[in-house]
């Protein structure tokens, strides 16, 4: 009976060549689109992980309720101690001391009179210490662009476009000035060594990166940490793991009476990320009900503009003894023939697009300056095991549909009619 179907459309094109195609491209479509998804919603998470978020995050309760404006008075002090017992109480994290700061980054000539400056953001990792993950985390090395990264106390890297918009070159001297932790005027010289892009406009306008101890003597922050980031291996965020780990932790920790107590929170609990991502992923089912619903709009008129074709071959097929629910069965039966053909084709020509973004992606820059959001400048798909059959859902449920709505008319017509169309 397969063969028999199989040979039916192979021979005649009007019956599969058209729903083929429609098949073939709306499987592409949504192929590609639930991995450019995927691959949206993958550096968005990695992007804002590694450079704001962490996979989870330790702050004083103060702090984290105005953590946006930076508030380093209110930082957590004692950080090593509390750092190594976190490393101690959660070994599956790789913990880090960081602290974020904004100021005024001023460049003298050489009078030692102003000649250039400009309002820098600004963030103290551990760069100097040979151990340390976060030159790797921050893929420093590969974003450098000019000099090298620091080596010695005093030595700092700012963003390549910050350098040229500023046009400074390497090694002149800056001055940091800003705020302390105790609310006095910080002023602390640093010398650039390097440029880096990050290639996120966010931080590419005016980023600036040098070693925590030297921030800590410039803000009188000795030992004290605006954040404490735990990141999970491989880089990949566990929503389970971090809020069971967040919730162990605000149960030893957290004072009620203490407003400096640490409290520790999860990457979904920052920045609005768990709504958005809520939301994101409620598209993606809309996007494949979407499709379903258009592709079967399209295959019943296919399906009934290619029924009143057939009416002849119905009536010959109820005229030799063959039921109305057998003829029906057979016109499934070749939507799914239609349906596996197509999907297989629009999934594999869907897969080679988003691989192709994956690899090579898709440069916004252009589009994205100005932006605030933590997210790369060049677009990037990426294929899951999902991106294999995501498209089989569409591609099969609308042909099925469709066939089994056309279909529908065979009952409502009288063979007899049939028969009077056979003789006509």
Known sequence: MIKFLLLGLIRDRHRSLFPIIVVTLGVMITCFLYSYMNGFVSDFIRSNAIFDTGHVKVMTRAYADIANQIPNDLALFDADQICASLHQDYPQYDWVERI??????DFPDEEGVTRVQGPVFGLGIDLLDSASTEVERLNLNQSLVRGRLPEEPGEMVISDDFA???DVE???????IGATANGGMAVFNFRLVGTVSFGISALDRSAMLADITDIQ??????????EILGFLPEGFYDDDVCTETKDAFNANYIQNDDEFSPVMITLLDQNNLGDLLFHIDVRK?????IFISVMSIVLWNTGLTSGIRRYTEMGIRLAIGESKGHVYGTLISEAVIVGLVGSTLGT???????YYLQEVGYDISSFAKGTSILISSVLRAHITPGSFY????????????GAAFSGIGLFKRQTSQLFRELEE
């Open 164 to 166: 040229q918009a500023l």
């Open 390 to 401: 995501i498209g089989f859902i569409p591609g099969l449920g609308a042909t099925i549909l």
């Open 100 to 105: 974020k700061f904004g100021g005024l980054l």
């Open 217 to 226: 003597y410039a803000l009188d922050m000795e030992d004290g940490a605006g």
């Open 285 to 289: 089912y809309i996007m494949v009900i």
């Open 170 to 176: 390497i090694g002149d001297l800056a001055t940091l």
């Open 348 to 354: 594999m020509l869907g897969l080679t697009f988003a």
